[in-house]
């Protein structure tokens, strides 16, 4: 074991935070609890995800007392999913436990995780019972959404499972070669595979503070499960194509019995408009999820930073960049920020020393 190795702590804690100042100083308080009574060692890593309040302030602040808790500080605000990709591209705990900063995920449940986890599994996911606080209209198209996505993919992705979940150094360490832009977490800690197991906890109301995520995120990261997850959107063409055209062929035979057996019978203007109108309809959304999937291409190809994190307080400045596709600025002190140094700017293919160390 070198000492680099005994340095590493047990438990790495990612937590991605946008705006949370009212919760932050009550996390923190839990979170040592917990970890108090696990007793491992243990580091708390904060994605500042370009919070405008003073979210980041706090976290120095905590950082300047205790120095397990480390910080990524965002240039501005990415989105969540790529937040918990920051944070487990830095972790270097043997197990990545990533929770939201609100308390919905009790950091009690962690316990049982990390029991989980010393038997062996190396996800342990937490699978939600009950939700506190949520509207119906939100507990009703997750459930909807789940199942919908269950049907579309081959990935054995869990029902009702968040981001709330364990992770064995392994397969973070696999998750690391996957960079895509558009990201689905749940979904790709299930691809990777490994040994899987869920664990059953009533998700908490907020601590304080507003959901971050409206109704319009959430419609965004559904379409990216499902683009990510599935090519059915794209095959659904080719069903509806073979189903009207079936149906159209019957329709010109039945026109040519009628015209034969000298029918008066024919049908007017209005019928034509309809199905013309009708067929445009079908026509644009499919050329719609077409480009769902073609602006997901150009995305990729684009081969853009995932993420840039404008200071990293807590992690060694020289060290290689953890992953791919990041840009990353190391401020040398919390309030020191001092000549920043740029450790990190990669392509989308990951150096030969990096991941799988
Ligand atoms: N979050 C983030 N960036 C965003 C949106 C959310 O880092 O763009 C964080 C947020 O601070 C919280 C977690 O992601 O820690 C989950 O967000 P939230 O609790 O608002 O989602 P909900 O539980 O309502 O689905
Ligand atoms: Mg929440």
């Known amino acids: 074991m070198t000492q ?17 100042e009212l919760v932050i100083p009550e996390l923190y308080r839990r979170v040592l609890q917990i970890m108090e009574s696990i007793g491992d060692s243990w580091e708390m890593i904060c994605v500042n995800d370009g919070s405008s309040d003073r979210s980041l302030e706090l976290l120095l602040a905590l950082r300047n007392q205790d120095a397990r808790v480390k910080v990524l500080d965002f240039s501005r605000n990415f989105g969540h999913q790529i937040a918990i990709t920051a944070g487990s591209d830095f972790a270097e705990g043997d197990a990545v436990i990533v929770m939201d900063a609100d308390l919905q995920d009790p950091p009690e449940v962690v316990q049982r995780m990390v029991q989980k986890w010393r038997e062996g599994y190396e996800v342990v996911y937490a699978v939600r019972t009950t939700r506190q606080g949520e509207t119906k209209f ?4 997750a459930r909807v959404f789940y199942r919908l996505l269950k049907q579309i993919t081959d990935v054995h992705i869990p029902l009702d499972a968040g981001d709330f979940r364990l992770m064995d150094r392994r397969v973070v360490l696999t998750m690391r070669r996957l960079r895509e832009q558009h990201r689905f977490m749940r979904g790709l800690s299930s691809w990777v595979g490994f040994h899987q197991i869920g ?22 990261l559904a379409i990216s499960a499902i683009t990510s997850f599935s090519y059915v959107p794209l095959q659904l063409a080719t069903f509806v194509g073979f189903a009207l055209a079936t149906l159209s062929l019957l329709a010109i035979v039945l026109t040519i019995i009628l015209r034969l057996s000298g029918s008066s019978f024919f049908l007017g203007q209005a019928t034509t408009l309809v199905s013309v109108l009708f067929l445009g309809g079908v026509q644009l959304i499919f ?35 953890p992953a791919g596709r990041a840009v990353v600025f190391h401020s040398p002190s919390a309030y020191d920020p001092g000549r920043a140094t740029q450790s990190a700017v990669q392509s989308a293919v990951p150096t030969p020393n990096d991941p799988l160390r």
Do not use: H
Not at 138 to 141: A, G, I, P, R
Not at 201 to 218: I, Q, W
Not at 290 to 317: C, H, M, Q, T, W
């Open 199 to 220: 664990v059953e906890y009533e998700r908490a109301e907020r601590y304080a503070g507003e959901t971050k995520y409206p109704l319009r995120k959430m419609v965004r």
């Open 4 to 20: 680099e190795d005994q340095d590493r702590p047990t438990i790495s804690l990612v937590i991605p935070i946008w705006n949370e």
């Open 287 to 321: 050329l719609g999820i077409l480009g769902e999937y073609l602006g997901r291409i150009y995305d990729e190809v684009k081969n853009r930073p995932l993420y840039i994190v404008s200071r990293a307080y807590g992690f060694v400045p020289d060290a290689p960049a």
């Open 138 to 141: 939100k507990l009703w198209t």
